[in-house]
Structure formats: C-alpha cells, structure tokens
C-alpha cells in the first residue's frame, strides 16, 4: 500500500512493473495472479492482461493503471 493505493510489483521475465493491484473488473489482487513473461490472469474470474500494452488481452480499452519504476543500485522505486 502507499498511501490509498495497492500496489503490485511485478517481475515479469526480469523486468520489473508496477501496476495498481486492483483488477479492473471486480478489484482482486494483480499480484496474486498468474504471471507470466508476457501477461498477468487475474486468479478471480481469469481476465487476463498484457504487461507491456498495459490493458486486458481480449480489450485494449480496460486499461491498467501503471506506475513508473526505477531500479537504482539493485533497489526498486516505484513513483506514485
Ligand atoms: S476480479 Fe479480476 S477478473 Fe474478475
């Protein structure tokens, strides 16, 4: 959590992400989801969204609320 908002950070295949944690269907944890190198399934109702386009597979227009990450010296910082 930072503030009001949960965050996932995600390592997928070695490059690391932070979304909002809630999925845009019904608000389940992202994080909790399968991850794959590519896409992220929500473990609730199996939506599924793709890492890089930063929205659901089946519908560019779910969007996922991202942040930037910087990795310095081997520590991960996340600008909320
Ligand atoms: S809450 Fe994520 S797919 Fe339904």
Do not use: Y
């Amino acid at each position: 959590m930072v503030q009001d908002t949960p965050v996932a950070v995600i390592n997928a295949g070695g490059n690391i992400f932070a979304w909002d944690n809630r999925c845009p269907h019904r608000g389940a944890s992202l994080g909790d989801g399968h991850i794959t190198d590519t896409t992220v399934q929500c473990k609730f109702h199996l939506w599924e969204f793709d890492i890089k386009r930063e929205c659901a597979v089946a519908n560019d227009a779910i969007k996922i609320k991202s942040f930037p990450v910087e990795i310095i010296e081997g520590e991960i910082f996340v600008k909320i």
